[in-house]
Protein backbone atom coordinates (compact mmCIF):
# COMPACT_ATOMS: atom_id res chain seq x y z
CA UNK A 1 0.00 0.00 0.00
CA UNK A 2 2.68 2.19 0.54
CA UNK A 3 5.02 2.48 -3.24
CA UNK A 4 6.93 5.29 -2.43
CA UNK A 5 8.28 3.90 0.55
CA UNK A 6 10.73 1.72 -1.44
CA UNK A 7 12.00 3.66 -4.07
CA UNK A 8 13.11 6.55 -1.88
CA UNK A 9 14.88 5.11 1.69
CA UNK A 10 17.99 3.10 1.28
CA UNK A 11 18.90 1.35 4.78
CA UNK A 12 22.43 0.40 2.71
CA UNK A 13 22.64 4.47 1.76
CA UNK A 14 22.16 4.80 5.17
CA UNK A 15 24.39 2.83 6.89
CA UNK A 16 26.86 3.34 4.43
CA UNK A 17 26.45 7.57 5.31
CA UNK A 18 27.05 6.82 8.83
CA UNK A 19 30.14 4.55 8.39
CA UNK A 20 31.80 6.48 6.20
CA UNK A 21 31.32 9.54 8.37
CA UNK A 22 33.84 8.27 10.66
CA UNK A 23 37.68 8.90 9.70
CA UNK A 24 40.04 6.28 10.28
CA UNK A 25 41.65 8.98 12.61
CA UNK A 26 38.52 8.40 14.36
CA UNK A 27 36.90 11.94 13.18
CA UNK A 28 33.74 12.79 12.25
CA UNK A 29 33.34 14.06 9.12
CA UNK A 30 30.00 16.17 8.87
CA UNK A 31 28.86 16.06 5.12
CA UNK A 32 28.60 12.40 5.42
CA UNK A 33 26.91 12.43 8.76
CA UNK A 34 24.19 15.14 7.22
CA UNK A 35 23.88 12.73 4.14
CA UNK A 36 22.59 9.66 6.51
CA UNK A 37 20.40 12.55 8.22
CA UNK A 38 19.28 13.35 4.90
CA UNK A 39 18.43 9.71 4.54
CA UNK A 40 16.34 9.62 8.02
CA UNK A 41 14.40 12.90 6.26
CA UNK A 42 13.45 10.68 3.64
CA UNK A 43 12.45 7.92 5.58
CA UNK A 44 9.83 10.15 7.74
CA UNK A 45 8.63 12.48 5.00
CA UNK A 46 7.10 9.32 3.54
CA UNK A 47 5.42 8.16 7.08
CA UNK A 48 2.95 10.66 6.39
CA UNK A 49 1.47 13.86 8.20
CA UNK A 50 1.25 12.61 11.20
CA UNK A 51 5.10 12.71 11.42
CA UNK A 52 4.95 15.84 9.87
CA UNK A 53 6.25 17.98 12.68
CA UNK A 54 8.94 15.52 13.87
CA UNK A 55 10.09 15.76 10.30
CA UNK A 56 10.14 19.28 9.61
CA UNK A 57 11.93 19.70 12.90
CA UNK A 58 14.59 17.21 11.75
CA UNK A 59 14.51 19.37 8.41
CA UNK A 60 15.44 22.66 10.45
CA UNK A 61 18.27 21.00 12.22
CA UNK A 62 19.96 19.60 9.11
CA UNK A 63 19.57 23.15 7.57
CA UNK A 64 21.56 24.47 10.26
CA UNK A 65 23.93 22.31 10.12
CA UNK A 66 24.40 22.86 6.21
CA UNK A 67 24.12 26.67 7.14
CA UNK A 68 27.23 26.40 8.74
CA UNK A 69 29.22 24.34 6.42
CA UNK A 70 28.13 26.70 3.36
CA UNK A 71 28.87 29.92 5.36
CA UNK A 72 32.00 32.09 5.88
CA UNK A 73 33.74 29.49 8.22
CA UNK A 74 33.52 26.46 5.83
CA UNK A 75 36.22 24.88 6.77
CA UNK A 76 35.86 24.72 10.37
CA UNK A 77 32.45 22.70 9.79
CA UNK A 78 34.42 19.92 8.38
CA UNK A 79 34.66 17.77 11.14
CA UNK A 80 32.61 17.47 14.88
CA UNK A 81 36.43 18.01 16.05
CA UNK A 82 37.14 20.79 13.97
CA UNK A 83 33.31 22.51 14.53
CA UNK A 84 33.96 21.99 18.52
CA UNK A 85 37.35 23.35 18.39
CA UNK A 86 36.31 26.45 16.18
CA UNK A 87 32.85 27.51 18.57
CA UNK A 88 34.84 27.07 21.43
CA UNK A 89 37.75 29.35 20.24
CA UNK A 90 35.80 31.80 19.28
CA UNK A 91 33.45 31.52 22.13
CA UNK A 92 30.78 30.19 19.55
CA UNK A 93 29.30 27.38 21.58
CA UNK A 94 26.70 29.37 23.52
CA UNK A 95 27.31 27.68 27.02
CA UNK A 96 24.73 30.34 27.97
CA UNK A 97 21.81 31.24 25.75
CA UNK A 98 22.40 33.22 22.68
CA UNK A 99 21.40 36.45 21.74
CA UNK A 100 18.54 35.89 19.64
CA UNK A 101 19.94 37.42 16.28
CA UNK A 102 22.99 35.02 16.68
CA UNK A 103 22.36 31.81 14.83
CA UNK A 104 22.23 28.64 16.83
CA UNK A 105 25.46 27.42 16.95
CA UNK A 106 26.74 23.75 15.57
CA UNK A 107 27.49 22.72 18.78
CA UNK A 108 24.06 23.11 19.92
CA UNK A 109 22.17 21.83 17.00
CA UNK A 110 24.40 19.14 16.50
CA UNK A 111 23.67 17.75 20.05
CA UNK A 112 19.84 17.92 19.43
CA UNK A 113 21.00 15.30 16.45
CA UNK A 114 23.30 13.25 18.42
CA UNK A 115 20.49 12.62 20.95
CA UNK A 116 17.96 11.63 18.25
CA UNK A 117 20.58 9.05 17.21
CA UNK A 118 20.49 7.56 20.50
CA UNK A 119 16.52 6.84 19.97
CA UNK A 120 17.23 5.40 16.29
CA UNK A 121 19.99 3.22 17.63
CA UNK A 122 17.94 1.84 21.09
CA UNK A 123 14.88 1.95 18.47
CA UNK A 124 17.00 0.06 15.83
CA UNK A 125 17.95 -2.34 18.29
CA UNK A 126 15.12 -3.53 19.84
CA UNK A 127 13.48 -3.77 16.00
CA UNK A 128 16.39 -5.74 15.00
CA UNK A 129 16.15 -8.44 18.12
CA UNK A 130 12.13 -8.00 18.25
CA UNK A 131 9.78 -11.01 18.25
CA UNK A 132 6.78 -11.31 15.65
CA UNK A 133 4.13 -10.05 17.89
CA UNK A 134 6.09 -6.96 18.96
CA UNK A 135 4.59 -3.33 18.26
CA UNK A 136 6.66 -1.14 16.64
CA UNK A 137 5.04 1.55 18.50
CA UNK A 138 6.16 0.74 21.87
CA UNK A 139 9.54 -0.20 21.16
CA UNK A 140 9.35 3.30 19.42
CA UNK A 141 8.44 4.19 22.81
CA UNK A 142 10.42 3.14 24.85
CA UNK A 143 13.59 4.22 23.33
CA UNK A 144 12.25 7.51 23.14
CA UNK A 145 11.84 7.49 27.16
CA UNK A 146 15.18 6.61 27.73
CA UNK A 147 16.90 8.88 24.84
CA UNK A 148 14.34 11.76 24.58
CA UNK A 149 11.90 12.54 26.42
CA UNK A 150 14.44 13.65 29.55
CA UNK A 151 14.87 16.87 27.03
CA UNK A 152 11.87 17.37 25.77
CA UNK A 153 9.22 19.25 27.20
CA UNK A 154 5.51 17.83 28.21
CA UNK A 155 4.30 19.29 25.21
CA UNK A 156 6.31 17.73 22.65
CA UNK A 157 6.13 14.10 24.69
CA UNK A 158 2.45 14.92 24.02
CA UNK A 159 3.09 15.38 20.22
CA UNK A 160 5.51 12.89 19.77
CA UNK A 161 3.79 10.25 21.79
CA UNK A 162 0.56 10.59 19.10
CA UNK A 163 2.96 10.20 16.33
CA UNK A 164 4.03 6.84 17.37
CA UNK A 165 0.67 5.34 18.01
CA UNK A 166 0.50 5.94 13.96
CA UNK A 167 4.09 4.09 12.98
CA UNK A 168 3.66 1.54 10.84
CA UNK A 169 3.86 -2.58 12.14
CA UNK A 170 6.59 -4.13 13.09
CA UNK A 171 6.02 -6.11 9.86
CA UNK A 172 5.66 -2.98 7.26
CA UNK A 173 8.53 -1.70 8.99
CA UNK A 174 10.63 -4.18 7.90
CA UNK A 175 9.74 -4.45 4.71
CA UNK A 176 10.53 -0.88 3.75
CA UNK A 177 13.71 -1.16 5.53
CA UNK A 178 15.05 -4.54 3.78
CA UNK A 179 12.45 -5.10 0.84
CA UNK A 180 14.75 -8.05 -0.74
CA UNK A 181 16.72 -9.77 1.65
CA UNK A 182 13.98 -11.02 4.13
CA UNK A 183 15.95 -13.91 5.33
CA UNK A 184 18.50 -11.45 6.68
CA UNK A 185 16.72 -8.76 7.28
CA UNK A 186 17.56 -8.75 11.32
CA UNK A 187 21.45 -9.11 10.50
CA UNK A 188 21.25 -5.59 8.09
CA UNK A 189 19.37 -4.14 10.93
CA UNK A 190 21.94 -5.02 13.21
CA UNK A 191 25.17 -3.98 11.49
CA UNK A 192 23.36 -0.94 11.03
CA UNK A 193 22.93 -0.11 14.67
CA UNK A 194 26.77 -1.31 15.08
CA UNK A 195 27.59 1.86 12.57
CA UNK A 196 25.63 4.64 14.46
CA UNK A 197 26.42 3.51 17.84
CA UNK A 198 30.42 3.59 16.65
CA UNK A 199 29.30 7.21 15.39
CA UNK A 200 27.43 8.38 18.65
CA UNK A 201 29.93 6.97 20.85
CA UNK A 202 32.66 9.22 19.30
CA UNK A 203 30.69 12.32 19.13
CA UNK A 204 29.81 11.83 23.11
CA UNK A 205 33.17 11.55 24.02
CA UNK A 206 33.83 15.01 21.91
CA UNK A 207 30.86 16.62 24.08
CA UNK A 208 31.72 14.72 27.39
CA UNK A 209 35.36 15.74 26.99
CA UNK A 210 34.07 19.33 26.52
CA UNK A 211 31.28 19.70 29.29
CA UNK A 212 28.78 20.25 26.26
CA UNK A 213 26.38 17.14 26.78
CA UNK A 214 23.71 20.02 27.93
CA UNK A 215 23.94 23.10 25.64
CA UNK A 216 21.22 25.07 25.92
C1 LIG B 1 9.65 8.08 12.57
C2 LIG B 1 9.50 8.33 14.00
C3 LIG B 1 10.61 9.00 14.59
C4 LIG B 1 10.34 9.43 15.98
C5 LIG B 1 11.56 9.76 16.73
C6 LIG B 1 11.31 10.50 17.97
C7 LIG B 1 11.82 11.87 17.90
C8 LIG B 1 10.84 12.87 18.26
C9 LIG B 1 11.34 14.26 18.19
C10 LIG B 1 10.29 15.24 17.93
C11 LIG B 1 10.68 16.62 18.08
C12 LIG B 1 9.69 17.59 17.55
C13 LIG B 1 9.47 18.80 18.37
C14 LIG B 1 10.65 19.67 18.67
C15 LIG B 1 11.54 19.33 19.60
C16 LIG B 1 12.65 20.26 19.96
O1 LIG B 1 12.28 21.00 21.09
C17 LIG B 1 13.91 19.47 20.24
C18 LIG B 1 14.97 20.31 20.89
O2 LIG B 1 15.40 21.30 20.02
P1 LIG B 1 15.46 22.82 20.54
O3 LIG B 1 16.02 23.62 19.41
O4 LIG B 1 14.05 23.22 20.91
O5 LIG B 1 16.35 22.80 21.76
N1 LIG B 1 14.40 18.94 19.01
C19 LIG B 1 14.94 17.74 18.91
O6 LIG B 1 15.07 17.01 19.88
C20 LIG B 1 15.41 17.26 17.55
C21 LIG B 1 14.77 15.96 17.26
C22 LIG B 1 15.00 15.49 15.89
C23 LIG B 1 14.09 14.34 15.57
C24 LIG B 1 14.80 13.18 15.06
C25 LIG B 1 13.92 12.05 14.76
C26 LIG B 1 14.66 10.81 14.55
C27 LIG B 1 14.06 10.05 13.47
C28 LIG B 1 14.62 9.05 12.89
C29 LIG B 1 14.11 8.42 11.66
C30 LIG B 1 13.07 7.43 11.83
C31 LIG B 1 13.26 6.27 10.99
C32 LIG B 1 12.97 5.01 11.70
C33 LIG B 1 13.32 3.80 10.94
C34 LIG B 1 14.67 3.81 10.34
C35 LIG B 1 14.91 2.65 9.55
C36 LIG B 1 16.29 2.37 9.29
Redesign the pocket.
Known amino acids: PLPLWGEE?D?RQ?RRAFSTSLSPRGEILLREYLHGWRQ??K??EA?GTA?G??SR??ES?ISIMEQHQEGPHSLHYHTVQSMVKFELASGLVGFQSLPAHQP?SGC??LL??H???K??EL??HK?GTSQKDEKSSRM?AEA?RVA?AP???WW?QQ??AL??LA?PSRQE?YH??VRGEKPAAGAI?LT?VESLSRVYNVTQEVYSAHGMLEL?
Open positions: FILLLFMLFLIETKPRTRLRALWLFLLCYLYHSVAVAFMLIIVTP
